[in-house]
């Protein structure tokens, strides 16, 4: 009984986590994340964003 209730906290948790990670909503912090390891090269931010964009107009 303990078990399988255990099973559906993980679930639920689960589910909630990956509602919550692939909302829309939450695309542009996401996609401000992707940019912290380049934060001290300019070059490379412009080169990711510019990626960004290519990506975003092939959809």
Not at 3 to 17: D, E, P
Not at 40 to 59: G, M, Y
């Amino acid at each position: 009984m303990i078990r399988g209730l255990g099973t559906l906290v993980v679930m639920v948790a689960f589910i909630g986590l990956a509602l919550w990670v692939f909302s829309p909503k939450r695309k542009s912090e996401f996609d401000d994340a992707t940019l912290l390891p380049f934060k001290d090269d300019p070059e490379a931010i412009k080169h990711v964003e510019q990626e960004q964009a290519s990506r975003s107009k092939n959809k």
